[in-house]
């Protein structure tokens, strides 16, 4: 992707969608980085009908000890990889409380300390519930990075550090969120909708599909 095309390509994305939210439904910080932790390998309406049911039951790092490791898994065995989630998540929990004063913390270093919680999941945290300028590369953001000649890179990492240098500051916080979103629903991994694509003109990906 040119750079004169990196500002319009952000803008066209911004225009259709001005305040994009996360699909995870979560009321609290610790809500949200729970669902994170949980969806990894899974899919958002996966968790999000899991925690339906969780969050009202318990929706505090306490309260979430409370249950007990069985409790926990009733609740979310429906999630894949649910039993280490699940010891994961406990173990969350237990540093939240003893280290943290039940409080999720706003730093990389800490989260990424919590069992679960890699640099991808820190990064929506960061920019989620407090609006750093983070980019949490997940397996769509990294296809629309190379795909479109946005952020060509052969590694997450690679694809962030990319990301982190080419994208306007007008756009950062709200950015990983347009990418996400793109590439879930328009700029897909078996066949591009490139015939409805509004940022198609910007987009260094070749040929262009066509309507089926």
Known sequence: MKREHIEPFFATLAAANPHPQSELEYTTVFELLAAVLLSAQATDVGVNKATRKLFPAANTPQAILDLGLEGLEGYIKTIGLFRSKAKHLMETCRILVERHGGEVPNTREALEAL?????????VVLNVAFGQPTMAVDTHIFRVGNRTGLAPGKTPLAVEQQLMKRVPAAYAVDSHHWLILHGRY??????PMCWRCTV?????????????
């Not at 328009?186 to 066949?191: D, E, F, G, N």
């Not at 198609?200 to 089926?212: E, I, L, N």
């Open 115 to 123: 069992p679960g919680v890699g640099r991808k999941t820190a990064n």
């Open 200 to 212: 198609a003109a910007y987009c260094g990906f070749t040929p262009k599909t066509a309507a089926p």
């Open 186 to 191: 328009v700029c897909l991994a078996r066949k």
